[in-house]
C-alpha cells in the first residue's frame, strides 16, 4: 500500500485529546493530539477557514449565537 500524508489543523494540537475515526462504523479512539504528529507524521496546517455566523450553514449558525 502506498502511505498517504496527513494534515492536521494546527489548532487541534492545543485540545487535550480528540476521537479518531477507529476504521470501524462508530469505532472511535480518543488519543492525545501529539499522536497525530510524531508516530503519524501529520503536518501542522492553517486550513481551517472563519466564517461570519449569517453566512455558516444552517445548525452552525445557531451554534454560534
Known sequence: KRRLRVF????????????INGGRRG???EIAPSVLVS??????VECALER???????????ACE
Open 27 to 29: 469505532y472511535l479512539i
Open 52 to 62: 461570519a455566523p449569517d453566512k455558516a450553514p444552517s445548525g452552525v449558525r445557531e
Open 39 to 44: 508516530p503519524l507524521g501529520a503536518t501542522p
Open 8 to 19: 492536521v489543523q494546527h489548532s487541534i494540537l492545543t485540545l487535550d485529546s480528540v476521537l
